[in-house]
Structure formats: structure tokens, C-alpha cells
């Protein structure tokens, strides 16, 4: 498995820009599709982005199309989220994931440990 640290996070006022970064561990990171994760107090864990081994497959929920975008750098073992136009319902923690590329939860086998975003009104 990989290890993933996540940074980034923040408190930013709505309309703000935040660029989230999940660092990985380990030579096999260009063998891994990666995602983006958010959970909110007393909420499911939901998929936000995800990106696949090769970066040429991307996906973006509905709530964040058009504002958020995935991408990632093998060179860096790393994997990114821009996240722009931010809404204080975009206020959760956020967690980086690795494993194969799906909307599924249950399909990403490592996790960081999150990383607070707080959108203020």
C-alpha cells in the first residue's frame, strides 16, 4: 500500500481559491488511480474528484464541476486539488485516496488523514 499526507487545508472566506495537496509514499504511485474524498460533520463520506493511473480519465461530482479540478504528478508522487470559487457548503474535512479508479468508496484501500477546509460566509 501507499502512505498519503494531505495539506493545504485552511480557512479561507467564500470565493476564495484552495489548492489541496496529498503527498505519497513509495515507487508505485504511477500504478495507483487517486481520488479526493470530503466529509462533513454528521455526513457520508463523499467522493469528490478522482483521477486515474494514467491522468487521462478524470471525474468531478456535480457539485463541484465547473470549479474544482484534479490532476496529479508522477514525478512528485503527488496528486492535487484545486479548488476554486469555494462555498461555505464546501466546508469538510478533506482526505486523499489511492486505489482503483471508481466513484465507490470501498475501491480506495489507502487514505491520508485529512485535512480541514472552512468556507466562511
Known amino acids: 500500500q501507499v502512505q498519503l499526507v494531505e495539506s493545504g487545508g485552511g480557512l479561507v472566506q467564500a470565493g476564495d481559491s484552495l489548492r489541496l495537496s496529498c503527498a505519497a509514499s513509495?515507487?508505485?504511485?504511477?500504478?495507483?488511480?487517486m481520488a479526493w474524498f470530503r466529509q462533513a460533520p454528521g455526513k457520508e463520506r463523499d467522493l469528490v474528484a478522482a483521477?486515474?493511473?494514467?491522468?487521462?480519465?478524470?471525474y468531478c461530482a456535480d457539485s463541484v464541476k465547473g470549479r474544482f479540478t484534479i490532476s496529479r504528478d508522477d514525478a512528485k508522487s503527488t496528486v492535487y486539488l484545486q479548488m476554486n470559487s469555494l462555498k461555505p457548503e464546501d466546508t469538510a474535512v478533506y482526505y486523499c485516496?489511492?486505489?482503483?479508479?471508481?466513484?465507490?468508496?470501498?475501491?480506495?484501500?489507502?487514505w491520508g488523514q485529512g485535512t480541514q477546509v472552512t468556507v466562511s460566509s
Open positions: 483521477i486515474d493511473w494514467t491522468g487521462s480519465r478524470t
Open positions: 485516496a489511492a486505489g482503483r479508479y471508481s466513484t465507490l468508496v470501498e475501491n480506495y484501500k489507502s
Open positions: 513509495g515507487r508505485t504511485f504511477n500504478t495507483y488511480s
